[in-house]
């Protein structure tokens, strides 16, 4: 059946590879799809990471400027089920992506892991309910709080490592530490070095802090580096070869970095930064190499804001 579902898969990616652009070192430091000359109606695209292991790309909705990037989904074929990590923003989407599942297998969807509980994750998530009355979604217990109003909330809980053994597949679900949302969750699968850190990595977006804990997501990233996988795979941003994704998962930590010390600076310097929608600070930042990041002019004041909470010690516990 594994074979039959490769076969099928590697006729599903012939659209995906003719819509791609050639990975390289000059692909633009930006995850707007339209800078690498995409539009929505090349979406839905996958590709191939190891034998029955595939990244999904969906769209995430656009900003107030109509800027579109990628939401990633990690989709694993054991043998006995299929594994999801991390659904796509909405019903519709969510469903297109079932439906490419079934292309590929006629295994059933058994667990979708909530890597992050933001809506452009979770947003689907009926959709597999829907499809699969008995499927199980895997969380953290931050996310299943915050999920608590949701009809499809977590479920089975991961407060620091679950190991979850489904036919041929091996998976980590692992609580690394607090990083983009409070309750992050990764996957790793050290038998075939796949590391899916949904949106603990932003790949050529600009940190996106709503609901973040800066300097803890800097910890976080240093943890799922020490775990050396070949793939380290983004829950935005394009999707080239092992050595750029790791190279670039080093550029979203200097963002990181670069993004609070000059949050720090404008703190010092007197500028104010209520909240995101009263936030003068942002006139004043200069944010150096990453200021043509994608969504930076939503997500600037939502960092500078989130960065002040965390140096005046009122970031809200998990």
Same mark, same amino acid.
């Given at each position: 059946? *594994? &074979?039959?579902?490769?076969?099928?898969?590697? $006729? #599903?990616? %012939?659209?995906?590879? !003719?819509?791609?652009?050639?990975?390289?070192?000059?692909?633009?430091?930006?995850?707007?799809?339209?800078?690498?000359?995409?539009?929505?109606?090349?979406?839905?695209?996958?590709?191939?990471?190891e034998r029955n292991v595939?990244?999904?790309?969906?769209?995430?909705?656009?900003?107030?400027?109509?800027?579109?990037?990628?939401?990633?989904?990690?989709?694993?074929?054991?043998?006995?089920?299929?594994?999801?990590?991390?659904?796509?923003?909405?019903?519709?989407?969510?469903?297109?992506?079932?439906?490419?599942?079934?292309?590929?297998?006629?295994?059933?969807?058994?667990?979708?892991?909530?890597?992050?509980?933001h809506i452009d994750h979770?947003?689907?998530?009926?959709?597999?309910?829907?499809?699969?009355?008995?499927?199980?979604?895997?969380?953290?217990?931050?996310?299943?709080?915050? *999920? &608590?109003?949701?009809?499809?909330?977590?479920? $089975? #809980?991961? %407060?620091?490592?679950? !190991?979850?053994?489904?036919?041929?597949?091996?998976?980590?679900?692992?609580?690394?530490?607090?990083?983009?949302?409070?309750?992050?969750?990764?996957?790793?699968?050290?038998?075939?070095?796949?590391?899916?850190?949904?949106?603990?990595?932003?790949?050529?977006?600009?940190?996106?802090?709503?609901?973040?804990?800066?300097?803890?997501?800097?910890?976080?990233?240093?943890?799922?580096?020490?775990?050396?996988?070949?793939?380290?795979?983004?829950?935005?941003?394009f999707i080239d070869d092992?050595?750029?994704?790791?190279?670039?998962?080093?550029?979203?930590?200097?963002?990181?970095?670069?993004?609070?010390?000059?949050?720090?600076?404008?703190?010092?310097?007197?500028?104010?930064?209520?909240?995101?929608?009263?936030?003068?600070?942002?006139?004043?930042?200069?944010?150096?190499?990453?200021?043509?990041?994608?969504?930076?002019?939503?997500?600037?004041? #939502?960092?500078?804001?989130?960065?002040?909470?965390?140096?005046?010690?009122?970031?809200?516990?998990?």
């Amino acid at each position: 059946m *594994l &074979a039959l579902a490769c076969l099928g898969w590697a $006729m #599903l990616l %012939s659209h995906a590879a !003719s819509s791609a652009e050639p990975s390289g070192v000059d692909s633009p430091h930006s995850a707007d799809i339209s800078k690498r000359n995409l539009t929505p109606k090349d979406f839905p695209r996958w590709q191939q990471l190891e034998r029955n292991v595939y990244a999904y790309e969906g769209l995430h909705s656009p900003d107030k400027q109509g800027v579109i990037v990628n939401t990633v989904s990690l989709i694993v074929v054991t043998g006995d089920g299929v594994v999801v990590i991390d659904g796509q923003g909405d019903v519709p989407q969510t469903r297109l992506m079932i439906e490419n599942i079934k292309k590929l297998t006629d295994e059933p969807i058994k667990y979708v892991v909530i890597a992050s509980d933001h809506i452009d994750h979770v947003g689907g998530n009926a959709a597999f309910k829907e499809a699969y009355p008995n499927v199980v979604f895997i969380g953290s217990p931050v996310s299943q709080r915050r *999920l &608590a109003k949701d009809p499809n909330p977590p479920t $089975m #809980l991961v %407060s620091e490592q679950r !190991s979850l053994r489904l036919g041929a597949a091996q998976i980590e679900i692992l609580n690394l530490g607090r990083a983009h949302t409070g309750g992050d969750l990764v996957a790793w699968m050290p038998q075939i070095g796949v590391l899916f850190l949904g949106e603990i990595y932003l790949r050529d977006v600009f940190p996106a802090m709503r609901s973040a804990y800066p300097t803890e997501w800097l910890a976080t990233i240093r943890k799922a580096v020490y775990l050396n996988p070949t793939w380290y795979i983004p829950g935005h941003g394009f999707i080239d070869d092992p050595a750029i994704m790791r190279r670039e998962l080093d550029e979203a930590r200097q963002a990181l970095v670069y993004v609070i010390g000059e949050a720090k600076r404008l703190k010092e310097a007197g500028y104010a930064c209520e909240s995101a929608a009263n936030c003068p600070a942002a006139e004043h930042a200069n944010w150096g190499p990453y200021a043509n990041f994608a969504l930076r002019s939503s997500q600037a004041p #939502l960092a500078i804001a989130r960065v002040y909470l965390e140096l005046d010690g009122k970031l809200p516990e998990t």
